[in-house]
């Protein structure tokens, strides 16, 4: 398995930017695949997620209503679009799968096998 995350940047608040993250040797129906962040100092957080091949998606309380995960399973891909960004979004952003993760336990970063190599998000004020 391998993920290869791109799109981050410096933005001003309020606006948008949209992550990607390509993977390679899995199908992305079959695991949870999901986004995390880790600020300065901070623990990584969870961000949004799929879990197999549910159509719905989950989301932390602080990013929804402003973030949408999407996912492309032809492409392997899944993204990211972040609108209304305010200065605490800044961190690292990382995408992640979980090959044998239950659903109760996808918010949380231990259940995550594998791990993209970060993309930095910077929201200026």
């Known amino acids: 398995v391998q993920l290869q995350a791109s799109g981050g940047g410096l933005v001003q608040a309020g606006g948008s930017l949209r992550l990607s993250c390509v993977g390679s040797?899995?199908?992305?129906?079959?695991?949870?695949m999901g986004w995390f962040r880790q600020a300065p100092g901070k623990e990584r957080e969870f961000v949004a997620a799929?879990?197999?091949?549910?159509?719905?998606?989950y989301y932390a309380d602080s990013v929804k209503g402003r973030f949408t995960v999407s996912r492309d399973n032809a492409k392997n891909t899944l993204s990211l679009q972040m609108n209304n960004l305010k200065p605490e979004d800044t961190a690292v952003y990382y995408c992640a799968v979980a090959t044998s993760a239950i659903l109760s336990t996808i918010r949380s970063s231990n259940a995550y096998d594998y791990w993209g190599q970060g993309t930095q998000v910077t929201v200026s004020s």
């Open positions: 040797g899995f199908n992305l129906e079959y695991y949870a």
């Open positions: 799929f879990f197999r091949s549910r159509t719905n998606a």
